[in-house]
C-alpha cells in the first residue's frame, strides 16, 4: 500500500497575544513575518520564518472562534502540528478509522486540510496546498 508523502511539519504554538512572542522570536532571534491574519487588538495568527526553520502563533481567542477547530477540544495544550502532504485523499484513506476533529475543508489560503487526534492526544493538522 502506497503511504502518504509529508514533506514539512511546522508547530503552531499558541498563546493569548501575539506581540510577546514577535518581540522574542522576530526582533531577538531575526525570524521574518511571511504571512499574517489581522484580528482585535493585533495580529490573530502569523507565521515565522528564519533560518530553515517555521513556526506559526496562534491566539488562542481565533482558535476558539476557528469553526474547524471546535472539535478539538482545546484543553490549555500549548502547540499542534501542522503536515504540509502531497495527496490529502491518499492520507485520509491511510488514517481511516482514526479521530477526526476538523473535517475536511478548503481554506482562504489555498489550502485542502483535515484536522486528527492522534493517540497521544495531540491535534495534527493535515494540508494539501495547490502546486
Not at 18 to 40: C, M, N, Q
Not at 96 to 113: K, L, M, Q, W
Request: charged share 20%; aromatic share 10%; with cysteine.
Amino acid at each position: 500500500m502506497a503511504l502518504p508523502v509529508c514533506r514539512k511539519a511546522t508547530p503552531v504554538l499558541y498563546v493569548e497575544t501575539i506581540a510577546p512572542s514577535l518581540a522574542f522570536w522576530r526582533d531577538r532571534l531575526g525570524f521574518a513575518i511571511t504571512a499574517e491574519v489581522p484580528g482585535e487588538g493585533g495580529p490573530a495568527f502569523v507565521i515565522l520564518a528564519g533560518n530553515g526553520i517555521e513556526l506559526m502563533l496562534q491566539t488562542t481567542a481565533s482558535l476558539a472562534a476557528d469553526p474547524h477547530a471546535a472539535a478539538m477540544a482545546w484543553r490549555g495544550d500549548r502547540t499542534c502540528l501542522f503536515v504540509e502532504v502531497d495527496d490529502i485523499d491518499l492520507l485520509a484513506s491511510v488514517l481511516e478509522g482514526c479521530e477526526i476533529v476538523a473535517p475536511r475543508h478548503d481554506t482562504f489560503y489555498g489550502a485542502t486540510e483535515i484536522g486528527y487526534r492522534e493517540p497521544g492526544g495531540h491535534f495534527v493538522t493535515f494540508a494539501q496546498f495547490q502546486r
